[in-house]
């Protein structure tokens, strides 16, 4: 009863507006903070488990998590007061990263350490507002919000003594991520295109929605004085930093059809790698920085190691899609007041692997992290839903390997940061993981000529 009367209270307090209609650029500074309650209000009181679930999640942490504020203030905001070209993203990051505070105007917020209402991130209140979007088109934040007494989700008639709930099937459609998951540089590319990905592929065609996957539903209550349900819309939004969402993602496979071999002779190995999980394409989101690669090597009967580097297709930038030591990323240089900065390594895996990447590129033409500096891109050589690919490995036997079992070993690796970009601006080894996506080997014998 204490509870139910502390919410009332609080709900009454709220100011009243009129009906929102502006999204995007458009608004920035429309809002005060007491017009958007606060998650931790709506997890102690009714929402629990929902609460919990969004504490562990990246919703919870998308202004607050490490790499996210390395990227913002000792990129973003230097780089964003250098260029007037890339200005625009000082705000706009927290469009969707700190929305409340970027509809409050409270833009750049206080660095995570100063424990503001920008440590929110995306809180119950920013997606159980949404009533729509701007445009044609959903991305860049042009979600519309009209926080209030009205709380907005996938079912209606639904009686709560803390807010009126309203039905809106817009917030169980893919176009609702979309206001995120879709992103336009300031050079018109589109360095974020999660959602055009889905609506390009057959998933879309189904009718799978992205809340199928990361929302799934199972039974339960959807508040501590719900009724029991067959299909409560879990909040966990697994996707890119969840190890369990990721392995498995692409099955793999690798076969040789040369299965007796002789030192000296020439041996080819197939690797058919089918993306079977994802309803767009893997890697997705922040495909400048993400790393997804094959890496293929032969054990000989007496445990030496030899590794293996993919045959060349043959296509217009490939080399972007094959490990390398070269340098990369030179434009980092503007936002560190490096005017000569010479780059570092592009990659940190193992020269000659496959990378299934989509190289972001700056307006010179040189490979990018900062995903607000892109100009144009290289291939995208990513791994589309439901797509098959295939590697091949062709690889001369050396003469002093050991006759006898050898084992040749696929793994497709995984990682959300590049090791050298982690280590150079100082971000915790964790975002430089490396999650294994799935392996196989296949066995050939090693035979006297």
């Not at 009205?150 to 817009?170: D, I, M, V, W």
């Not at 065609?205 to 990361?214: A, L, P, Y």
């Not at 076969?255 to 790698?273: M, N, R, W, Y």
Request: glycine share 8%.
């Amino acid at each position: 009863m204490r509870k139910t009367i502390a919410i009332l209270l609080f709900l009454t307090a709220l100011p009243a507006f009129s009906q929102n209609t502006k999204g995007g650029d458009d608004a920035k500074g429309i809002f005060k903070y007491e017009n958007f309650q606060k998650p931790d209000e709506c997890g102690s009181s009714c929402h629990t488990d929902f609460y919990a679930q969004w504490k562990q999640m990246m919703m919870s942490k998308c202004y607050t998590h490490e790499w996210d504020e390395i990227e913002y203030f000792k990129l973003a905001v230097p780089h964003a007061e250098k260029e007037p070209k890339v200005a625009g993203v000082k705000a706009g990051c927290n469009g969707c990263h700190a929305p409340v505070s970027f509809m409050v105007g409270d833009v750049p917020p206080p660095k995570p350490e100063a424990n503001s209402r920008a440590n929110e991130s995306v809180g119950c209140d920013v997606c159980h507002t949404v009533t729509g979007f701007v445009g044609d088109t959903p991305f860049n934040f042009n979600f519309i919000s009209n926080p209030g007494t009205t709380k907005y989700g996938n079912r209606g008639g639904t009686q709560s003594p803390a807010h009126e709930t309203k039905k809106l099937p817009f917030l169980s459609k893919a176009e609702f991520c979309g206001t995120c998951h879709n992103e336009k540089s300031p050079f018109g590319a589109w360095v974020k295109a999660t959602h055009l990905e889905w609506k390009e592929g057959p998933y879309s065609k189904e009718g799978v929605q992205c809340q199928n996957c990361h929302m799934p539903r199972t039974p339960g209550i959807s508040s501590a004085m719900g009724e029991q349900r067959q299909d409560i819309a879990q909040h966990l939004f697994h996707g890119a930093h969840d190890p369990g969402k990721v392995r498995g993602t692409v099955e793999l496979r690798i076969h040789t059809d040369s299965p007796d071999i002789a030192p000296g002779e020439q041996a080819k190995f197939t690797v058919v790698l089918f993306n079977q999980k994802t309803g767009h394409k893997f890697p997705t989101g922040s495909a400048e920085e993400r790393m997804l690669w094959l890496h293929v090597e032969a054990v000989d009967a007496k445990g030496k190691i030899y590794h293996l580097s993919v045959d060349k297709k043959g296509f217009q930038g490939e080399d972007y899609t094959i490990a390398s030591n070269v340098l990369a990323y030179q434009d980092m240089g503007v936002p560190l007041s490096k005017p000569d900065f010479k780059g570092i390594q592009r990659d940190g895996i193992p020269e000659g692997d496959r990378i299934f990447r989509m190289p972001y590129l700056d307006s010179q033409g040189r490979m990018t992290i900062q995903q607000w500096n892109t100009a144009s891109f290289g291939p995208d050589y990513r791994i589309g839903p439901r797509e098959t690919k295939t590697e091949t490995f062709t690889w001369l036997v050396p003469d002093d390997v050991e006759i006898g079992t050898m084992t040749v070993n696929a793994v497709l690796n995984y990682q959300k940061l590049p090791t050298p970009v982690a280590e150079f601006l100082g971000v915790p080894k964790e975002e430089a993981e490396i999650m294994e996506v799935n392996s196989h080997k296949t066995i050939i014998e090693i035979v006297d000529d």
